[in-house]
């Protein structure tokens, strides 16, 4: 990425010359995020189980459709429905997170 306007300077790892990188690293981390999440909380009950592994089913179909996906038929529109969705999708973390406690550590 370029630090700032006018300016060559570029900091980075270069995902964006390789896919099959940028696609490794960035499922890497989403998965790495999982299993930290999955581990460091637990279901209240079926609930916060249900919800917290259909959000993770549903990030992960929209990630790939952002790769392998056509382009949005109406490029002015894409942002205010990616607003609405990530909105929705933070909203339903945000009540899946409540049936998700985090593990009390044992001293």
């Not at 990616?82 to 998700?100: G, I, K, Q, T």
Request: hydrophobic share 50%.
């Amino acid at each position: 990425m370029p630090i700032s306007p006018g300016r060559q300077v570029y900091l980075g790892l270069g995902l964006w010359g390789s896919i099959p990188a940028d696609v490794m690293i960035e499922g890497g981390f989403w998965l790495l995020a999982v299993i930290i999440y999955s581990r460091a909380t637990h279901a209240k009950n079926r609930i916060g189980s249900y919800a917290y592994w259909s959000v993770v089913a549903l990030l992960t179909v929209a990630w790939y459709n952002n790769l392998a996906g056509p382009p949005p038929r109406d490029p002015h529109a894409a942002p205010f429905v990616s607003l609405l969705f990530f909105s929705l999708a933070v909203a339903w973390a945000y009540w899946m997170n409540r049936a998700r406690p985090c593990l009390e550590k044992s001293g």
